[in-house]
Nanobody
Framework: QVHLVESGGGLVQAGGSLRLSCAAS????????MGWYRQAPGKQRELVAI???????NYADFVKGRFTISRDNAKNTVYLQMNSLKPEDTAVYYC?????????????WGQGTQVTVSS
């Protein structure tokens, strides 16, 4: 199991930047994958970026070139650097940890952090 706490959200103007942090309650070194998802009002939760073991990354097309996911194993923290923010990036951003359990996986979520981008 792991407990995740996001921080770093807020209100920013279009074109600005924010860095989200996700602090885990245990070592993230052996976690299969950690990622960021977002959910805007009236929409389904969607993948933003994922960082798998071995430092393999994957980004949604709508954030490629603008967002960067990274991890600091010593601090048990995953980051999402968001640049060139757009109003359509407004959403609650959730941290996810996917941990291998037997032959499957278990997903853990943080409480979310609000990001609001004004035009």
């Amino acid at each position: 199991q792991v407990h995740l706490v996001e921080s770093g959200g807020g209100l920013v103007q279009a074109g600005g930047s924010l860095r989200l942090s996700c602090a885990a309650s245990r070592s993230i070194f052996s976690i299969s994958a950690m990622g960021w998802y977002r959910q805007a009002p009236g929409k389904q939760r969607e993948l933003v970026a994922i960082l798998a073991s071995g430092s393999v990354t994957n980004y949604a097309d709508f954030v490629k070139g603008r967002f960067t996911i990274s991890r600091d194993n010593a601090k048990n923290t995953v980051y999402l650097q968001m640049n060139s923010l757009k109003p359509e990036d407004t959403a609650v951003y959730y941290c996810n940890a996917r941990i291998a359990v037997g032959v499957g996986f278990a997903d853990y979520w943080g409480q979310g952090t609000q990001v609001t981008v004004s035009s």
